[in-house]
C-alpha cells in the first residue's frame, strides 16, 4: 500500500502529516509510527500527526499525534502549528484556524491566528503545577514548584507543569549543550513518580526574557523543540520568580526558537514558525 504524506517542521520538531479529513482514522497508525520514525532506514520523523474532522462545532480539524513508539500524545505544540499551516496550504485559507485536541482534557480545542508567513500564534490554555495535574505521586498534593526529585542517582529540584501534557522542568547553572540528556533523559520519563511516564525539559536562564533548554519527550527521545515543553519552561521561570508575566520570553531550542508569553490569569501563548519540507510517498 502506498501512503502519501507530508513532512513538516516547526524548529526542527517534525512529523510526518497524514490527511484524515475524509476518511477515518486508519488503526495502523500507530504502527507505521514505529515503522517510519526511525531516522537514515526510513521517512524519518518525531512520529506522525493525523489531521483529522473536527469534533466540535465551528472547528476546522482535530490534530491526532502519534509518538516515535507508537504511543498517542494529547498535545504538541509545534504541530499543532504545522496543522495549522497544512490547513493553510491545503484549502483552508483563513487567518484564524480552530483546532480539536480531543486527549487534551484542559483545552481541548486551540484558537491558532496567522502573524506572518509560516507563522502562527496559539493560545495554549492555563497551564496546572498540581500533583493530581500532571498526574505526580510520592511529591505531595499541592503545587510542584521547586521540589527535590531523585533521578539518575541524584537529587534534582524540579518544578512540573501540565500545559495539556506533563512536563518536569529542571533549571541548570551550566550550558544545556554540555548535558548527558541521554543518560538523564529515560531516568526521568520512566520514573515511578510519574505513572503516566513525563516529557522533560532541562534549561538555563540567560537573561530575564531569554532562556535555553533540551528536551526529552515522552516516546520519542531527544528532539529539536518542543512547543508545550517551550510553554512549560515559561510557566516554571515565572513560578521562580526568573521571568515576568506579561512579557514575551524567547526559548532557544536546538532547532530555534519560540516566543511564550505568559498571562497574568495563567494563560499561555505561543508564537512560532511552521513550515512544509516535502512531499512524499511511501510503501507501509
Not at 517542521?9 to 490527511?19: E, P
Not at 548535558?179 to 516529557?199: M, S, T, V, W, Y
Not at 510553554?231 to 513560578?239: D, G, I, L, R, T
Amino acid at each position: 500500500m502506498d501512503l502519501e504524506f507530508v513532512k513538516m517542521q516547526g524548529c526542527g520538531n517534525d512529523y510526518i502529516y497524514l490527511d484524515c479529513r475524509n476518511s477515518p482514522l486508519p488503526p495502523e497508525v500507530p504502527q507505521w509510527a514505529v515503522r517510519l520514525s526511525p531516522r537514515h532506514i526510513s521517512v524519518g520523523a518525531d512520529g506522525i500527526i493525523c489531521v483529522c474532522a473536527p469534533v466540535h462545532p465551528g472547528s476546522h480539524a482535530t490534530m491526532r499525534m502519534f509518538n516515535a513508539d507508537g504511543s498517542e500524545g494529547k498535545m504538541c505544540g509545534n504541530g499543532i502549528r504545522c496543522v495549522a499551516q497544512f490547513l493553510y496550504e491545503h484549502g483552508v485559507k483563513e487567518d484564524r484556524l480552530r483546532i480539536d485536541t480531543p486527549l487534551d482534557e484542559a483545552t481541548p480545542t486551540k484558537t491558532l491566528v496567522r502573524v506572518g508567513e509560516g507563522r502562527w500564534q496559539v493560545a495554549m490554555g492555563q497551564y496546572r503545577t498540581a500533583a493530581p495535574a500532571i498526574p505526580a505521586r510520592n511529591m505531595g498534593e499541592g503545587a510542584l514548584v521547586d521540589v527535590p526529585l531523585e533521578a539518575a542517582g541524584r537529587s534534582w529540584q524540579v518544578t512540573c507543569i501540565n500545559v495539556g501534557n506533563p512536563h518536569c522542568v529542571t533549571f541548570l547553572d551550566f550550558p544545556v549543550a554540555e548535558l548527558e540528556l541521554e543518560k538523564l533523559g529515560p531516568a526521568f520519563e520512566h520514573h515511578p513518580n510519574f505513572p503516566q511516564q513525563i516529557n522533560t525539559e532541562f534549561v538555563r536562564v540567560l537573561g530575564p526574557a531569554l532562556v535555553e533548554m533540551r528536551v526529552w519527550e515522552r516516546g520519542s527521545g531527544e528532539t529539536w523543540a518542543c512547543g508545550t515543553g517551550a510553554c512549560a519552561v515559561a510557566a516554571a521561570c515565572v513560578e521562580r520568580g526568573l521571568c515576568p508575566r506579561d512579557t514575551d520570553i524567547t526559548i532557544r531550542l536546538k532547532g530555534g526558537e519560540l516566543v511564550i508569553r505568559v498571562g497574568a490569569d495563567g494563560a499561555l501563548t505561543m508564537t512560532g514558525p511552521a513550515q512544509t519540507v516535502y512531499r512524499g510517498v511511501t510503501e507501509v
